[in-house]
C-alpha cells in the first residue's frame, strides 16, 4: 500500500518503549539538529500559559498514545487573573504562582525553553540551533507588546511599568505603589483595543483606588484611556467607581509618549500629564512566535483561526489559540484561553485520529474585583453557526457583591486545577 | 485525583498494548480513533464547564457544586430553570442556554455517569454535629445520608452528601427567600420549613450534608 520508513516503522513496532524510553530528556538545551527524534505522532504545544497549558493536558489526558512535548520558558505558572488584587495587597504573588507537575503527572514533557521559530511547511519547531518535529503544532503565545508606539518606552522599560504579565512587574509596581507619597499621583493608561483581558484596567483602576483610599487618602488616580469609553462592563465600573472620589477618568486619552526622568506622559492631543508613578500598558499584539511563523492575519497583528479546530488560516498544521487570535466574537480572557485549549486538544486528537473534529462553542466568565472583597462578572454563552462561532448571550452580574467574589475565588481555584492539573495548583 | 490518574494509567497502558498492530493495520499512519474519553456519551459536550465545576464535574472550591453524579432528572430541571430565569444565576443563565443548544440530555448522561469525589472542603465540626441534629426533618426527601431520592422516579430531593457547604448554604438561603424555582409545588413545604430556621442554622445543615458520605 504505502512503503514504510524507519520512522514509521519504528513506531510501529515499538511505540509503547519508546514513549518509557524518553521520558527523561528534559531541559537540555542547545543541541543542533533534531532534538529528541519522534517516535510516535507528537503534538508540540509553544507556550505554556493559560491556552497552552490547558491544550497540553487535554491532548493527554483524551489520547495518551499521543506524545506532547510543551516548551515554556518559565518554570512557574503565575496567573494575570487575580493578579490586580497584589497591587492592593490583598493577595501575594505567591498565591497566584504554581508548577508544571500536574502536567508531568499526565505525561507531558515539560522543556523550560523558548521556541526561537516555527517553520509550518517543515513541520518543526526551533529552539536555537536544534528543531523538533512535530505532526501538529499549538501555537499559545499570549501577547507581545508594541513598545514602539509609545515615545521613549522601549529605552525606559526598567522604570516604566506595565505588569501587564503576572511575575515581577507586578511586584515591582506594587512597590512603587507603596512607595508613592500620599498626595502623588499614579497614572494608568488603558491601550486601545485589543488587548490582553478587556476588564483588567477598570479592575486595576479599583484595586489601586482601593489602596489609596485605605492607604493615601491624599493621592489621586489619574487614568489616560485611549479608549472612547471604559471597554469592558462599563456601567458596572462606573457604579463601582462612585466608592472612589479619587478617581479621574479621561476617555480618549491616548498616551504617545513618555518621559521617565521628567516623570511626564504625552497624550495624542499634546497635553503633558505628571506622575509620582505610571503603570504604562502598551498596546499589543500577538506573541513574537506567531509573527515569525506567518501566522498573523493581514493586520500584522493577531492570528486567524478556524473556529471550530483552530487551525491557523495560513498553515492548516498550526492551531493557535488564545489572546493571539482574532475573529471570534470573545475577550482575550483566561477562561476563552482555557476553553480554546480544551477544544483545540480535542480537535487535534480528532484529526490525528482521521475523525472529524468535533463543533464545540467555548465559554466565557470574567470576574472582576472592585474592592478588597467584592467582585462582579461578565459571562458569556455561545453556539456554533455555519463553521462560525457566535455568541448566544453576554449577561452581567446586577452589581457587585461579596458573594460573587465567593463565586470568583471558586472559579480560580476550579480553572487553575482545569489548566494546570491537580499538582500545579495548591 | 489518584483515582483520575490511575484511569489515565491505565488508559494509556491499555492504549499502547492496543497501538503496534493497530498502527500496522493502518498502514497509511494513520491510528484507529483511541478509546477513552472521546467515546464516553456527552464528554465533548460537557468539556468546557470544567472550568468551573472541575474534572468530570467534581468541583474541587467551596461555591461550585459538584455535578457528578447528578441524576439526570435533576440535572435537566436545574438548566431548564437556569435558561428561564426561574433559577437567578447571572453565571448559568447564559450557560444553561448553551448547554441546551448543545444538547441537555447528553451532558447530563455525561456528569450522570461520573463518580462523584466529594468535596474536599472541610467543614467545621461544631457546625457539623449542630447540623446534624437541625436537619432531621430533610431527610424524608433527601435520604438520610443525604443521598437523595434517586430510587424514586417522584421525588427529585438530589443527593446533597459531599456538595461543598458554601454551596448548599446559598442555595439554602435561595429557597428561603423564595428566590430559588419560586412556585414549584414540591418546593413549598421545603421553603416552609426552611422559613423557620435562622440562617446561621441553614450554615450548620449545610456543614452537615457537606461531610457526609
Redesign the interface.
Known sequence: ??R?TRR?FL??????VG?LAVSGLAGCASTSGEIDPKS??RVVVVGGGWGGATAAKYV??????IEVVLLEPNRKFVSCPFSNLVLSGVRGLGSLTFGYNGLR???VKLRHEAATAIEPDAKRVRIGDGYLVYDRVIVAPGVDFLLDQVEGLAGAQDKVLHAWKAGPQTTELAKQLRAMPDGGVFVLTVPPVAYRCPPGPYERICQVAWYLKTNKPKAKLLVLDANQNIVSKAALFRAAWQAYPNIEYRASNKVVKVDAAAREVTTDFGDKVKYDVINLIPPQRAGAIAVQADLVAADKRWCEVDHVTYESLKHRSAHVIGDSTTGLPVPKSG?IA??MG??CA?SV??L????PA?A????N?CYSWVSDREAM?V?????IENGKVVQ???????GHSA?YA??A???A???W??VLG?GGAA | ?SRL?LG?VL??GV???G??AA??AC????????A???DQPGY??A?????????AGN??????PILAGLSPVYFKKAIEDYATGKRVS??M???A??VK??GVDEVAAYFAAQRRDVTPVKADRGAVERGRVASAQCAACHGAEGQGGQGDPSKLGPAIAGQPA?YIK?QLLLFKADKRSPGDEPLTKMKAILKAIPDETLGDVAAYYSSLR
Open positions: 500500500m504505502t514504510m514509521q513506531r510501529a513496532s515499538g511505540s509503547g514513549a510516535n505522532r493527554r489526558t483524551t489520547d495518551p498514545s503527572e499526565v505525561g477562561t482555557n476553553a480544551k477544544i480535542t486528537v480528532h490525528l485520529n482521521g475523525r468535533p464545540i462553542p467555548p465559554v466568565t462578572a459571562i458569556n454563552a455561545y453556539k448566544v448571550e453576554q449577561k452581567l452580574t446586577p458573594l465567593q463565586h475565588e471558586g472559579w481555584k476550579s480553572i486545577a482545569d491537580s | 485525583m490518574l489515565v488508559l494509556a492504549v499502547m498494548l497501538a503496534p498502527f500496522l498502514g497509511a499512519g494513520v491510528a484507529p480513533a483511541a477513552g474519553p472521546l465533548v459536550k468539556m468546557t464547564c470544567s472550568a468551573c465545576h472541575g474534572a468541583s474541587r472550591s467551596d461555591a461550585v447571572a453565571e443563565e447564559p450557560f442556554k448553551q443548544l448543545l458554601a446559598n
